[in-house]
């Protein structure tokens, strides 16, 4: 949560004033500055708030889910 909430997280629907295209993740993309690179979500397809870590794909192949501060 503290990363989601955390001021440099933005959730774009635009870049650089038009729709937001394909290879940045159309319709939207969700970019968080505090996370190693492979934690950032390409392609947002739901979220799902939740208190307790469900995982993912990149923590299943046994990288750390706290990458980055």
Not at 16 to 27: H, I, M, S, V, W
Not at 34 to 59: D, F, M, R
């Amino acid at each position: 949560m503290a990363t989601a909430l955390h001021p440099q997280t933005p959730m774009a629907r635009s870049y650089d004033g038009r729709t937001l295209p394909p290879r940045y993740g159309c319709p939207m993309t969700l970019r968080m500055p505090t996370k190693l690179g492979y934690q950032n979500p390409k392609h947002i397809q739901a979220i799902c708030v939740t208190n307790t870590y469900p995982g993912g794909y990149w923590e299943d192949q046994g990288y750390n889910c706290f990458g980055g501060s």
